[in-house]
Structures are given as structure tokens and as C-alpha cells.
């Protein structure tokens, strides 16, 4: 079975970074697309970056384009996000997701069953 299991949340002041990783095992990890998600809380669950299954292809939203990159090590099954110019906005939980299905780069449209997720790691940013 697929289990993600991320790393790195934590407290950092407004201005500031953090790195968050997601370890991935239970399937050959370098034939899927990857992702983070986020949900603050009274608030739906938000799209924060994906990445193609080879690393060629990124996709950000504009709420955190030019501040987040993510990255991803095919040898090592993780996956990662630089968080940089951290807003207190970007406070949530953050949840890394891998589309179930091989070889496409639709993660942002899809619906919860469509992918696998991670038990979430909390982000606070401290103004």
C-alpha cells in the first residue's frame, strides 16, 4: 500500500522559510505525479504546488507562485517544498497527495479518492 508520510512543518516567523518532505513508499514513486495541498482551518483544503512525475513540469497557484518551489528526488522517493517569504496566510496543515494514476498531470483537478494522502503536517507563521 502507498503511505506518505511528510516532514518539516513547524513555527517560522512572517518573511521567513521552511522546507517541508514527503517520503513515499508502497510503489514506483518516479511514474506519479506529485503535490502539497493545504487546508487552514474554517477554510476548504487549497491546491499549493504540483509536480510532474519526472520533475519536468511545476504548476503553483498564484497565492504562492514565486514564493514556493517544489522539488522532487526520484532515487530517494521524496518529494519537497521550499517555503520562502512565508506570509502568516500560510498558516494550515499541510498535506502532500500522489495522483493514484501513472503518467498525467492533473493533480490540482483532482478529487480526494483520486489521489493518496499524507497524515498533514502543521505550518505557523507568526506575524
Known amino acids: 500500500q502507498v503511505q506518505l508520510v511528510e516532514s518539516g512543518g513547524g513555527l517560522a516567523q512572517a518573511g521567513g522559510s521552511l522546507r517541508l518532505s514527503c517520503a513515499a513508499s508502497g510503489r514506483i514513486f518516479s511514474r506519479y505525479a506529485m503535490g502539497w495541498f493545504r487546508q487552514a482551518p474554517g477554510k476548504e483544503r487549497e491546491f499549493v504546488a504540483t509536480?510532474?512525475?519526472?520533475?519536468?513540469?511545476?504548476y503553483y497557484p498564484d497565492s504562492v507562485k514565486g514564493r514556493f518551489t517544489i522539488s522532487r528526488d526520484n532515487a530517494k522517493n521524496t518529494v519537497y517544498l521550499q517555503m520562502n517569504s512565508l506570509k502568516s496566510d500560510d498558516t494550515a496543515v499541510y498535506y502532500c497527495a500522489a495522483d493514484r494514476s501513472p503518467f498525467r498531470f492533473t493533480l490540482p483537478s483532482l478529487t480526494s479518492t483520486d489521489a493518496y494522502w499524507g497524515q498533514g503536517t502543521q505550518v505557523t507563521v507568526s506575524s
Open positions: 509536480i510532474s512525475w519526472n520533475g519536468g513540469r511545476t
